[in-house]
């Protein structure tokens, strides 16, 4: 199965900052990358699919770039409600997979 | 807007099966374009995908767990449904019910999820 490792574990940044995100896949997974956002008790929320294409309704600071094993969320300037867990999961093979997780704290 | 909301027991016993219900509401779940199936989030750890099936029965499964789950849709009554046999404290988790977003059975990603609910495995 393909891995997906996720880059900082941690990243503790002050609202108005730029969040830069990394993930990188085992293998090529061409753009087959989506990116999703977690909250305690909150329904994730999709954000990015094919490596930088926003879903539906997703703010033009959220943006997505990459291709191959190396991937990037960037938030450009962090509001209150950014503040959560961010996931990459590939859709190039099954089974889907997902990374471990980076987690933006203030 | 469509929406999914898990529902079923908190508390399961080792050994015994774990079952849970997505209800499917604002849409439909024979809709084509999309897999109905469970991922999950053991405490302290990220998410794992457990299996996505279509209202017309293609199904996917995550192969360390495939030989314990079945992933069922009732069209009927716009839900669908997870069982995980034999299950041990590993098996602890929140399960999240999911819509996978597909074109011609080709993923493309989790679109709508549910809030998820805690399900602990202990005598």
């Known amino acids: 199965e393909i891995v997906l490792t996720q880059s900082p574990a941690t990243l503790s940044l002050s609202p108005g900052e730029r969040a830069t995100l990394s993930c990188r896949a085992s293998q090529s997974i061409s753009n087959y990358l989506a990116w999703y956002q977690l909250k305690p008790g909150q329904a994730p929320r999709f954000l990015i699919y094919d490596a930088s294409n926003r879903a539906t309704g997703i703010p033009a600071r959220f943006s997505g770039s990459g291709s191959g094993t190396d991937f990037t969320l960037t938030i450009s300037s962090l509001e209150p409600d950014d503040f959560a867990v961010y996931y990459c999961q590939q859709r190039h093979s099954w089974p889907l997979t997902f990374g471990g997780g980076t987690k933006v704290e203030i | 807007q469509l929406q999914l909301q898990e529902s079923g027991p908190g508390l399961v016993k080792p050994s015994e099966t774990l079952s849970l219900t997505c209800t499917v509401s604002g849409g439909s779940i024979s809709s084509s374009g999309y897999f109905w199936g469970w991922i999950r989030q053991p405490p302290g750890r990220g998410l794992e995908w457990i299996g996505s099936m279509s209202y017309t029965g293609t199904s996917f499964y995550y192969p360390s767990l495939k030989s314990r789950v079945t992933i069922s849709v009732d069209a009927s009554k716009n839900q669908f449904s997870l069982e995980l046999s034999s299950v041990t404290a590993a098996d602890t988790a929140v399960y999240h019910c999911?819509?996978?977003?597909?074109?011609?059975?080709?993923?493309?990603?989790?679109?709508?999820w549910g809030q998820g609910t805690m399900v602990t495995v202990s005598s």
């Open positions: 999911a819509r996978l977003w597909v074109v011609t059975d080709i993923p493309i990603a989790f679109d709508i």
